[in-house]
Nanobody
């Protein structure tokens, strides 16, 4: 497994913005799909966004148009979330070598970072 370090979560008011960042301790020559999933209290972990090695991006319908995933290098991805809603409240998990269909799979998961949106 590749260690992942997440940062950037916190408490924000509805309508505000947050930027999540994830850095993997992986090879600089390997650009796997990286991305984010989230799990709300009492809910299942669900796909949020992903970016491929060629920088193709993928979004869940629930965040499309409000979020942008980007890649700084082979091992660092950021998720900019805007116009946050109370239903975005969840623990967000970074994923390395990430696949989300038919189910969520990744070689590594981050420890999770809390995002709380107050209404």
């Amino acid at each position: 497994q590749v260690p992942l370090v997440e940062s950037g979560g916190g408490l924000v008011q509805a309508g505000g913005s947050l930027r999540l960042s994830c850095t993997a301790s992986g090879s600089p020559f390997f650009r796997p799909i990286m991305g984010w999933a989230r799990q709300a209290p009492g809910g299942e972990r669900e796909f949020v966004a992903a970016i491929s090695g060629s920088d193709d991006t993928f979004y869940a319908d629930s965040v499309k148009g409000r979020s942008t995933i980007s890649r700084d290098n082979a091992n660092t991805v950021d998720l900019q979330m805007n116009s946050l809603k109370a239903e975005d409240t969840a623990v967000y998990y970074c994923a390395y070598n990430f696949f989300w269909s038919p189910g969520l799979m990744a070689d590594s998961w981050g420890q999770g970072i809390q995002v709380t949106v107050s209404s």
